[in-house]
């Protein structure tokens, strides 16, 4: 099956930094999205991005679906960004990956 | 309602205990998910519900496991005899979107039911 890799593992920044998140395939997938489980466990989704750039206030989402992977930038990061951000992406079922999580300290 | 609800929130099974686990969907949403999520891990497939047929049930991980939603709208996840690698978060999700084309739009989660088996 298609091979998800969520990067980095674990990220720790100071209240007020920028960040990037990746998500490579090892091929084409559909429909990706991005979620954010914040520490109370409930999954939110952030962006249904199958390809392009969107943007929601703080928060961006870009995929290249040709190379194969989809960046999540978080600027002017702010405590309630901690938690841990998947992509997921359709295959028979909504196929998620491992995460990163995202401790922002102030 | 509002969002989707799960119950209970914490559930402690000793081992060989039968739990029950229910969801509520977003009203109206025809599509039904269950997804298993370990710790560490990112949330797992179980099973999927169209109304009140259940069309894939291949994440299931055995036949402990059973989902069922009679009337097409509230679903009970059932783990009979629990095992200790049953611990984890149950989490369910619904879309007013058929099939995989709710993967088209936003899938809306519960809170989740966090399962630790003793």
């Known amino acids: 099956g298609i091979q998800v890799e969520q990067s980095p593992p674990d990220l720790i920044l100071q209240e007020g930094a920028n960040s990037t998140l990746r998500c490579n395939f090892s091929d084409s997938v559909n429909n990706l999205q991005w979620f954010h489980q914040n520490p109370w466990g409930q999954l939110i989704n952030l962006f249904y991005?199958?390809?392009g750039t969107k943007q929601n206030g703080r928060l961006s989402a870009t995929t290249v679906a040709t190379e194969r992977y989809s960046l999540l930038y978080i600027s002017s990061s702010q405590t309630t960004d901690s938690g841990v951000y998947f992509c997921?992406?359709?295959?028979?079922?909504?196929?998620f990956g491992k995460g990163t999580t995202l401790s922002v300290s102030s | 309602g509002a969002g989707v609800s799960q119950s209970p929130r914490y559930k402690v099974a000793k081992r060989g205990q039968d739990v029950a686990l229910r969801c509520d969907p977003i009203?109206?949403?025809?599509?039904l998910f269950w997804y298993q999520q370990a710790l560490g891990q990112g949330p797992e497939f179980l099973t999927y519900f169209q109304n009140e047929a259940q069309l894939d049930k291949s994440g299931l991980p055995s036949d402990r496991f059973f989902a069922e939603r009679p009337e097409g709208s509230v679903s009970t996840l059932k783990i009979q005899r629990t095992q200790q690698e049953d611990s984890a978060v149950y989490l369910c999700?619904?879309?007013?979107?058929?099939?995989?084309?709710?993967?088209?739009?936003?899938?809306?989660f519960g809170n989740g039911t966090r399962l630790t088996v003793t």
């Open positions: 009203s109206g949403h025809v599509s």
């Open positions: 999700a619904s879309s007013f979107r058929l099939g995989s084309s709710s993967y088209n739009s936003p899938l809306h």
């Open positions: 991005i199958p390809s």
């Open positions: 997921a992406f359709a295959g028979t079922a909504l196929i």
